[in-house]
């Protein structure tokens, strides 16, 4: 089992719609949690950072975690055509005192 | 207010050459970390490193590649004797800590290719 899932995508989704992107992670005591954005090329980008179970908004982004099931989750509200990205969960284990494990990203494309 | 700055920014060896990378973290950061990306891929971490000492180098591999982030200067990630399957992006993040949340912070990457 890998630490850190995520589905490849693509996940397509109108413009204006709800992007829902989801992650598991396998380490029950895991303490931080992240998504990154990556643009094709481009190097990826701190987009959320949650700790807490429960909601986390930022704008038109919300972050979800529920360490119960050990499930994170990134809501993107009103997507736009910029949104289309790979998206990258990231999961700071408890064994580890400074590195983080990342997922393999889930392609998101918004059609107009 | 800069960012992670990497140099250089597109890197051409042929087999058997040295790579060197180079990464400044941001300003207020003492925590340097190393990515690899291979294309389509996830990023793998390398190796964590504090200002003169290597303090994970779990993901790093175990032959031909090593880490430093000396006291004066930016860190530097070497690989000798590039083979092709070195080809890769490899990306530098910093963090102000090490605890807490380790918001991590990346620089724009160094895309090295082994012909």
């Known amino acids: 089992q890998k630490e850190v899932e995520q589905n490849s995508g693509p996940l397509s989704v109108p413009e204006g719609a709800i992007a829902s992107l989801n992650c598991t992670y396998s380490d029950r005591v895991s303490q931080s949690f992240f998504w990154y954005r990556q643009y094709s090329g481009k190097s990826p980008e701190l987009i959320m950072s949650i700790y807490s179970n429960g909601d986390k908004e930022d704008g038109r982004f919300t972050a979800q975690l529920n360490k119960a099931s050990q499930y994170v989750s990134l809501l993107i509200r009103d997507s736009q055509p910029s949104d289309s990205a790979t998206y990258l969960c990231?999961?700071?284990?408890?064994?580890?005192?400074?590195?983080?494990?990342f997922g393999s990203g889930t392609r998101l494309s918004i059609r107009p | 207010n800069a960012g992670v700055m990497q140099n250089p920014r597109h890197l051409v060896r042929r087999r058997g050459q040295e790579a060197r990378l180079r990464c400044s973290p941001m300003k207020g950061h003492s925590h340097v970390y190393w990515y690899r990306q291979l294309p389509e891929e996830g990023l793998k971490f390398m190796v964590y490193?504090?200002?003169?000492?290597?303090?994970?180098e779990s993901g790093m591999p175990k032959e031909r590649f090593s880490a430093e982030f000396p006291k004066e200067g930016p860190s530097i990630l070497r690989i000798q004797q590039v083979v092709r399957g070195d080809s890769a992006a490899y990306f530098c993040a910093s963090s102000p800590t090490s605890g807490g949340l380790n918001e991590q912070f990346f620089g724009p990457g160094t895309r090295l290719t082994v012909l």
């Open positions: 990231a999961v700071k284990p408890s064994s580890s005192a400074s590195k983080i494990i």
């Open positions: 490193l504090q200002k003169e000492n290597i303090i994970d």
